[in-house]
């Protein structure tokens, strides 16, 4: 099993930024893919950036030149930095990792973690 650990959010006022973590642990032997997604209050879930192994990475149009998704392969973690936050940057943030199990043969699952809540607001 694979466990993400989100951190890093809070409330944040427009224009300020925020930077957001999520470390995987468990029965990992790589990680692919990792991203983080936002699901704002009544809406779907939708991608914010995402980031290869080899760290090639893929952002949302709405976010393009104000955030930045990185990821250090040793510590199994995934940062996105946000800047320039906007009040309609509101949402619940969750991290995304698709893992190659250590302990089943062949066999790989992608994971979300809990979500942490970023409110933008003066």
């Known amino acids: 099993q694979v466990q993400l650990v989100e951190s890093g959010g809070g409330l944040v006022q427009p224009g300020g930024s925020l930077r957001l973590s999520c470390a995987a642990s468990?029965?990992?032997?790589?990680?692919?893919?990792m991203g983080w997604y936002r699901q704002a209050p009544g809406k779907q879930r939708e991608l914010v950036a995402a980031?290869?192994?080899?760290?090639?990475?893929n952002y949302a149009d709405s976010v393009k030149g104000r955030f930045t998704i990185s990821r250090d392969n040793a510590k199994n973690t995934v940062y996105l930095q946000m800047n320039s936050l906007k009040p309609e940057y509101t949402a619940v943030y969750y991290c995304?990792?698709?893992?190659?199990?250590?302990?089943?043969?062949?066999?790989?699952?992608?994971?979300w973690g809990q979500g942490t809540k970023v409110p933008v607001s003066s």
């Open positions: 468990g029965s990992i032997f790589s990680i692919y893919d």
């Open positions: 995304n990792a698709c893992v190659v199990s250590s302990t089943v043969v062949a066999s790989s699952s992608c994971y």
């Open positions: 980031i290869t192994s080899g760290g090639s990475t």
